[in-house]
Every structure is written in C-alpha cells, then in structure tokens.
C-alpha cells in the first residue's frame, strides 16, 4: 500500500536557526514529490515538487527539500526560520504515469520561535 | 481572482439535515476534488472528478454526491448529516499528471468550508 510518513508530530525551533522537516514514502514506481503549507484557517499552498534530476530541490519562502532515493525520503529544510514560517507542512506524493490520487501525509506542525 | 473557491466558507446545522458546498476554479484545469480534513489535521480524499468524469470514489457513504456540471465546477451535496461529518472539507483542482508536458499534477487548493453538524 502506498504511505506518506511524516514521523514528527511538532518541530519547534528558534528564529534564525536552520530546520527541517522529515518525510519518508513507500510508494511503488518514482512518484512526484510536493510539499504543501497550510497557515491556520486557510487551504493548503503548494511549496515545491521534485520531478527529476537535482535532488536539492528550491521553492517558495526560501524553503528547499533533499531527495534521497535509496532513503525514499523527501525532508524539507530551510537555512534559517522565520516566526511567519510557523504551520502546518504536509508532505505528499502523487503517481506519475497519469495517475490522479495525491496522497498526503499527517502532517508537522512546525513552531518558530522569537 | 480567487483560482479555486468554494462556498460557504462556515455551515452549521442540525443532525439529519441535508446541505451543499460549491467549487468553481478558474484555472482551466481538467482535474477537481474533494477532500476531507478531520479535527486531527489529517486529508482524505473523497472524491475526484476529471472532466466531468467521476475517476476517483473513496469510501465514502452514498450520503455524499458530488456533482460537476462542467470541468471548472465540482459540488459536494451531503444527505442526512450526521455529527461524524463535522470537519473542513476542501475543494481542489489540478492537471492530470502525466509525462507529456512534465505536469506534475500539483494541486490548487481552495480556502475550505467548516461544517459543523449539531
């Protein structure tokens, strides 16, 4: 069965200080890659996706993700946090031979603090 | 322009009641759906549509029927409510993802209608 794990229910961190945010996925085939945002009482945002090639992958906000296939892990990071960054991240993968199902992860609270 | 919009944002209602939420994006994306996203945060999809094509039916209680007049729209009706329904549901679209064109399918979300059934 196709799963996205995101192992951490809450990540806090300080302003200024580099975080991460963990995804790993058991999926068959080489699925696409996202990251999407949701802020309180809003839909979720697209962040970013890895399709192929460079597994350093840049998007919005400044946040980047490292795609590491032989982990089947897709973390997202960013160099230094800012307190707006404070969310909720989901992490979610979709077939891509033409498939339509998009499947999500339980989601990281992410906690930036001033 | 709002790309993808449902409506209402906030419904409250009685148990046994029967209510509707829209959808309608203007994005000039083939693919809609349905989510649900239960008070612990976590998504579930219901149901998809791809033009006009019901593609995707979760398990999901015949209550709810979703109906797409045209590709750009997508409701949710839900008969007989029951308290279990109360979360946000969220309405959204996308490409198909394929390899031509490198579409990647990455979905548009609109802002989430809150049900809560009393």
């Known amino acids: 069965a196709q799963s996205v794990a995101q192992p951490e229910d809450q990540v806090n961190v300080a302003e200024g200080n580099p975080l991460t945010v963990k995804c790993t996925y058991s999926?068959?085939?080489?699925?696409?890659l996202f990251w999407y945002v949701q802020y309180p009482n809003r839909g979720l945002q697209f962040l970013l996706k890895y399709i192929t090639g460079d597994n350093l992958v840049k998007g919005s906000y400044g946040f980047e993700a490292e795609f590491n296939k032989s982990q089947t892990s897709f973390h997202l990071k960013k160099p230094s946090a800012l307190v707006s960054d404070s969310a909720l991240y989901f992490c979610?993968?979709?077939?891509?031979?033409?498939?339509?199902?998009?499947?999500f992860g339980a989601g990281t609270r992410l906690f930036v603090k001033a | 322009d709002t790309a993808v919009s449902q409506t209402p944002k906030y419904l409250v209602t009685q148990m046994g009641n029967d209510k509707s939420i829209k959808c309608e994006q203007n994005?000039?994306?083939?693919?809609m759906y349905w989510y649900k996203q239960d008070s612990k945060k976590f998504l579930k999809i219901m149901f998809s549509y791809n033009n006009k094509e019901l593609i995707i039916n979760e398990t999901v209680p015949n209550r709810f029927s979703p109906k797409s007049p045209d590709k750009a729209h997508l409701n949710l009706h839900i008969n007989s409510l029951e308290l279990g329904d109360s979360a946000v549901y969220f309405c959204a679209s996308s490409q198909k993802a394929g390899l031509a064109g490198g579409r990647t399918g990455e979905l548009f979300f609109g802002e989430g209608s809150r049900l809560t059934v009393l």
């Open positions: 999926v068959s085939g080489n699925p696409y």
């Open positions: 994005l000039g994306h083939d693919t």
């Open positions: 979610a993968v979709r077939d891509r031979t033409g498939g339509f199902k998009t499947i």
